[in-house]
């Protein structure tokens, strides 16, 4: 897999908001450009981000560069990154070729480039290594995540409150924890608001393959689902939502502008906040390693404007489970209390038991109101 490495130099240092916000099959060349020169007097600090999947126009990898312009614009940070990055294969070339070009900070931006982050970061131990998702630390390795079920079980109560069929599609990348959980919060919204209706689960086995997404979508569709949910890294699903005349919720950044009558919001990231948190830390000189795991009330994860036709009971209603996260009326762990029943039926968590981070983190069971399986790692 080929990577593409743009450099870019931020010529000012502008105070911009910014609202933001995953393994690719397309090929992309290598390219490397270098805009200016510096001395050693005028170094800036330098920050690389590996990606594994193309920037695009929405997205993971979209969400993820939102982040990485915004520290360059508001802090004059020397950017470089890498896009369409293969997890387990190209991955520990291009971390140790940023490393070896003296980047002062390397942000990897999936799960699968953890071994890799850590392997090569045993040979540099003076550079600072923050990756995206992972449990495995070290002296110069952190990682960062959002807790993005809080937006997912948002988005669920719309999809709960919207559909018509009590049958609402998801389409899903791959099973691993993260996507899992994902799925169990936006079913418990639903349940919150529709206890008739199942979520059906689809699996493609890949972050990025628009046409794969959209197949999965459609048959999700055929099936009698009438909202589409996601978790991709294109808005393929989107778009099938809107040729067909259903409903849909996006993911990773709006997702409106792909499918204005289907769109009914999108779980979104601003990673901004993260990257800020780690570059004033590093200027400042007090990095250490630490895992960061931020919500709602850090202003990393969130749902964007509820479309025109949700009725404003149901606005209401989302509005005010939001402000329970935002006035810390519930645990972070919230939507995920019991009582719990898992697809068996089996009492999971029984009623007021909070579920721990480390139980989310290695979750691995679908709730009781999700049709499908999680498939094993050998298929």
Sequence with gaps: MKAKVLVFIALAVLAAGLFAGCAGEEKIPTTTQTTTTETASEKKLSAAFVYVSPIGDAGWTYSHDLGRQYIERVYGVKTAYAENVAEGGDDERVIR?????????????????????????????NTIFMHCS????????????????????LSGLVAGA????????YVAAVPIPEVIRGINAFALGVKKVNPDAKIYVVWTGTWYDPAKEK?????????GCDVIAQHQDS???QQAAEERGVYSIGYHSDMSKFAP??????????????????????????WK????????????????????VVPEDVKKMVEEEKQKYLNGEVPEQYPF??????????????EGEVMTDKELLSMNFFVDNVVGEIPSASE
């Design 97 to 125: 070729e940023f490393a070896e070009q003296g980047y002062d900070v390397i942000f990897t931006t999936s799960f699968g480039f953890m071994d890799a982050t850590i392997t090569v970061a045993k040979d540099f131990p």
């Design 134 to 153: 992972g449990y495995k630390t070290a002296k110069n390795v952190g990682t960062y995540f959002g807790r993005m079920y809080q937006a997912r079980y």
């Design 162 to 169: 919207m559909t018509k069929t009590n049958k609402i599609g």
């Design 215 to 223: 197949e999965a979508a459609l048959s999700l569709i055929d099936e």
């Design 235 to 237: 808005p393929a699903a």
């Design 261 to 286: 009558h289907a769109h009914l919001t999108s779980a979104v990231w601003n990673w901004s906040v993260i990257y800020s948190y780690v570059i004033e830390q590093v200027m400042q000189g007090t």
């Design 289 to 308: 390693s630490e895992q960061i795991w931020w919500g709602i009330d850090k202003g990393v994860v969130n749902i964007t404007p509820l479309s025109d």
């Design 337 to 350: 209390v019991g009582p719990i029943y898992d697809q068996q039926g089996n009492l999971v968590k029984a």
